[in-house]
């Protein structure tokens, strides 16, 4: 492993621990639910003790994952594992709706075979309840660490949790019913829980299934982060605006306009300005890639028929023959515009003598004589005294 993938030690051991918590509560919770289900006659609370078995396999997978995904970027991962706890949570929701399916169908056969339904006793009810506190508490503590570190993986744990104390209740109230003589409400709240698992795990495997397919942020978050970018200094507005998601971060793209003559460093101090707006203002943003436009992107795509600069440059010399022979010390910028070809020529060190009349009449002849280069637009001289 090279040094590039170092750990984010705060951040995964806040992970690990939370994990591991939660295994050790689900081991002890699922042992006690299957005896205390199995002792006393109610399937409902053998379900749900299964459930918190399951639980296990989950708390497995988000360890494995919390590891990976903590890993920094390399040269087969440039932008980091951080997806790999998404795949990870996907993998937590399908369990999910495998546990809610084989639940529901079991519940349903008992519901229409009346002479195979169980008939609980209080040591069942008493089990429910426990498992109802605890499952919660470990719900409020897992959310707590899961904002902490911004992770989507540990919050799919927490509603893993909250997902088997809601499951309690149902089973507190099938068992109530049964024991006050209508057996068939342990097998219906078998059902209702089996549902209410199934619908968890889709809404995590469908969400973390679109971040995979880099599905971008919702309209209002998207527009605020617009509105940022327009409120940075220099920026005359943007385009092309593009999010996706990356784990628990937020990886942006966005055209951005400023004046047409500034010079590059300036484009660029405003484009890191961009990045550093975002990134403080939305805590999830986590990278900004800012490309600069003097003008809109529709405009800017019809220049690039235009030659490069050693060709540009080469037909505009051989144009301007010896006019500037005079005045060894010049350079040119280069202006891409609409499809055409502004230049600056830019004269240093004049010779003694030459008056703003001879400038002008100098700035006259290479219009002329650049006339007939299709592609050439505005010329404009600019003389500067001195070396």
Not at 250 to 265: C, E, G, P, Y
Not at 266 to 290: F, K, N, P, T, W
Not at 305 to 330: C, I, S, T, V
Request: proline content about 3%; hydrophobic content about 50%.
């Amino acid at each position: 492993m090279s040094a590039e993938q170092i750990l984010n030690g705060d951040d995964y051991q806040a992970k690990r621990r939370v994990t591991l918590v939660g295994s050790l509560v689900n081991v002890l919770l699922a042992i006690g639910k299957i005896i205390a289900g199995a002792v006393g006659g109610s399937q409902a609370l053998i379900v749900d003790g299964v459930h918190s078995l399951s639980d296990l396999v989950s708390d497995a997978l988000v360890l494995w994952a919390a590891r990976m995904g903590s890993y920094g970027a390399d040269l087969d991962h440039p932008y980091g594992h951080a997806r790999i706890e998404t795949a990870a949570t996907v993998g937590v929701g399908a369990l999910l709706l495998l546990v809610a399916g084989g639940f529901a169908y079991d519940a349903a056969i008992r519901m229409m075979n009346p002479e195979n339904l169980l008939t609980p006793g209080w040591i069942a009810l008493a089990a429910a309840i426990f498992s109802v506190l605890a499952k919660e508490a470990l719900y409020h503590y897992t959310t707590r660490v899961a904002n902490a570190v911004r992770s989507d993986l540990i919050h799919a744990n927490a509603w893993h949790h909250r997902s088997d104390a809601l499951s309690s209740v149902v089973v507190i109230v099938g068992v109530g019913g049964a024991i006050a003589g209508l057996p068939w409400l342990d097998a219906l709240a078998a059902l209702v829980v089996a549902l209410m698992i199934g619908a968890v795990g889709w809404r995590l495997a469908w969400h973390s299934a679109r971040e995979l397919v880099d599905t971008g942020l919702d309209p209002d978050e998207l527009a605020y982060i617009g509105r940022l970018i327009d409120s940075v200094d220099g920026v005359e507005g943007h385009e092309d605006l593009r999010t996706r998601r990356m784990g628990s971060d937020t990886l942006v793209d966005v055209h951005i306009r400023v004046a047409q003559d500034i010079s590059v460093s300036e484009g660029h101090r405003i484009s890191d300005a961009v990045l550093l707006r975002l990134c403080r203002e939305v805590d999830h943003v986590a990278e900004v890639l800012v490309h600069v436009d003097h003008e809109g992107i529709t405009e800017a795509r019809r220049s690039i028929r235009l030659p490069l600069r050693r060709r540009a440059e080469a037909e505009l010399r051989e144009a301007w023959g010896r006019l500037l022979d005079d005045y060894p010390h010049n350079r040119l910028i280069l202006h891409y515009r609409d499809g055409r070809l502004d230049v600056d020529v830019i004269l240093t060190g004049l010779p003694e003598g030459r008056t703003l009349q001879a400038l002008a009449a100098l700035q006259e002849r290479l219009r002329e004589q650049a006339a007939p280069i299709d592609y050439v637009g505005r010329i404009r001289l600019l003389a500067q005294p001195g070396s």
